[in-house]
Each structure stands twice: as C-alpha cells, then as structure tokens.
C-alpha cells in the first residue's frame, strides 16, 4: 500500500497512486538540513537546542495558570514544546483556539495531537522574547474570551472565537 509512481516501479502489486511528482518525494529535503546542521556546527547547534528548550519553558511558565501543561518532568519543565490543555473547556473547541490565534497574526500550532483538545507550542530558536511575549499575551486574550463564552456572558455560537479567524472587511467594517 505505499504510493505507486507511473514513471518508476514503487508501491508494489497494491501502491495507491503518486503523492508527488517525483516517485521518491522531494530531494531537497535532506540537504537543506545537511546545510543547517553544518553551517551551525555542534556548538550551534547545542545552542540552538538550549534556546528552543528555554522559549518552551518560558511559554509554560507564562500560561500554565490558565491551561494546564502536560508532559512536564518532575521540576515542572518541558523540552522543547509545550501542550496546553484545553481540554477543561466545555463550549470552545481547540479549534475555535487555532482559528483565533490566526487573528493575532499566528500560525496555528499543532493541535490535537498528541492528546486531543491540546495545542502543541514548539517555539524555535530563532523566536525573540518579545515574539514570545506576543504569542502569550495573545493566548491570554483568548483565555479571556474562552471565559467569556464559558460562564454565559458572551453567546456561545455567535462570538470572536466561534467566528474566527476574522478576514481584514470584517475587521474593517465594524
């Protein structure tokens, strides 16, 4: 049942068609990390990993009050991701969430997995403190519509998480 190719012989008797234009995926793929981890070099690199571990942390710290995070050692620390669960809420959906963040100029993180009703943050890097702050600060806005829409004080159906995300004319328009 792996992808079959027109061109060249993969997949065997039972292949499920082409999943690319080239039978193998992209070629690229490899030599751009090649490319990184050389140019970083194992001092870099360890670096690189050490801030990426740290900008997870600080995220956790920031948010735990408001969304549990899971998968913490037994000092409270994450690697280099943090879960936020938000499974506790009733009306919004990790979705709405997804959806919202996009508002404040986001990318949606990942999401439900690896637990369902969670968002996988993975901070890199190359994330700044202020870009980190952004992204908590953001989520906190969004905690506070959640509650909102949680205790009955905003509609559950008609809100800025359920309508999210939110183009630029509806922005504009009101």
């Known amino acids: ?43 870099g690199l360890t670096e690189a990993t050490q801030v990426a571990i740290l900008n997870a942390n600080y ?15 037994s000092s409270g620390l994450v690697a280099h991701e943090c879960i936020l669960d938000l499974r506790q ?23 439900s997995w690896p637990v369902p009703g969670t968002i996988m943050v993975e901070p890199t890097e190359s994330e700044s403190k202020a870009e980190l702050d952004r992204f908590c600060d953001a989520m906190l806005a969004i905690y506070a519509e959640i509650t909102a829409v949680e205790s009955g004080a905003v509609d559950a159906r008609n809100n800025p998480l359920k309508n999210a995300p939110h183009t630029a004319e509806m922005v504009t328009a009101d």
């Not at 012989?9 to 193998?24: E, F, L, M, N, V």
């Open 1 to 43: 049942f792996l992808p079959a190719h027109p061109a060249v012989k993969t997949g065997g008797d039972q292949g499920i068609g082409p999943i690319s234009a080239a039978p193998w995926g992209s070629a690229s793929i490899l030599p751009i990390s090649w490319v990184y981890m050389r140019l970083m070099g194992a001092a």
């Open 59 to 73: 995220i956790a710290g920031r948010l735990r009050q408001h969304f549990p995070v899971l998968y913490q050692g």
């Open 89 to 111: 809420f009733k009306t919004v959906t990790v979705e709405d969430v997804a959806k919202r963040l996009m508002d404040y100029g986001f990318h949606a993180p990942t999401i």
